[in-house]
């Protein structure tokens, strides 16, 4: 059964960091582009990150680009997410979410993770 | 950027009755890779319509997608209870990947 588990959320102050990660399991991690996708309280879905099987390429949404990090340990199948800088407007659940090839429907998604900024 | 527009923003039905929702693309969509998401409250989105008419794995055949270039339809034959809930569309052809805005259907 495929699994996706992120965790690392939390209240963090405006300008702080949080590192979120992602534990996968039931499927072979390193053949797969992973992906964050995150949403605002009451909003909708916004995609955030991703990065390529192995890790060779990764790309942002203009809104994180310069302050956010993507990055996997495909030994360890486990994605991470690292956010710097952090703003109010960046308090969202964070989800975990499956790709195939880049070119595929998100299949899975994990349970989400809560970030909270605020002073 | 694709933009995504998804109309009407909520849609009040009766159990049984067919829902019809639509998505419009700023631009065509690469290889019509435009996928279909229902989230409940709590819970994480779930994969229902891909590519754009295919079904995901445990899908029921009630709910159906179509359309091609810009205009995406997602259609629900007969509405079950456990069917209310907001629905999203996705183009997953370029980056960056995008979602519409989401309808919701609730019960009338």
């Known amino acids: 059964e495929v699994q996706l588990v992120e965790s690392g959320g939390g209240l963090v102050q405006p300008g702080g960091s949080l590192r979120l990660s992602c534990a996968a399991s039931?499927?072979?991690?390193?053949?797969?582009?992973m992906h964050w996708v995150r949403q605002a309280p009451g909003k909708g879905l916004v995609w955030v990150s991703h990065?390529?099987?192995?890790?060779?390429?990764?790309g942002y949404a203009d809104s994180v680009k310069g302050r956010f990090t993507i990055s996997r340990d495909n030994a360890k199948n486990t994605l991470f997410l690292q956010m710097n800088s952090l703003r109010a407007e960046d308090t969202a659940v964070y989800y975990c979410?499956?790709?195939?090839?880049?070119?595929?429907?998100?299949?899975?998604w994990g349970q989400g993770t809560l970030v909270t900024v605020s002073s | 950027e694709i933009v995504l527009t998804q109309s009407p923003g909520t849609l009040s039905l009766s159990p049984g009755e067919r829902a019809t929702l639509s998505c419009r693309a700023s631009?065509?969509?690469?290889?019509?890779?435009l996928a279909w998401y229902q989230q409940k409250p709590g819970q994480a989105p779930r994969l229902l319509i891909y590519?754009?008419?295919s079904r995901a794995t445990g899908i029921p055949d009630r709910f159906s997608g179509s359309g091609s270039g810009t205009d995406f339809t997602l259609t629900i034959s007969r509405l079950e209870p456990e069917d209310f809930a907001v629905y999203y569309c996705?183009?997953?052809?370029?980056?960056?990947?995008?979602f519409g805005q989401g309808t919701k259907v609730e019960i009338k």
């Open positions: 996705q183009q997953y052809g370029s980056s960056p990947w995008t």
């Open positions: 590519g754009p008419s």
């Open positions: 631009q065509s969509v690469t290889s019509n890779y």
């Open positions: 039931g499927f072979t991690f390193s053949s797969y582009w």
């Open positions: 979410v499956r790709d195939d090839i880049g070119l595929s429907p998100f299949d899975y």
């Open positions: 990065v390529k099987s192995d890790g060779s390429s990764t």
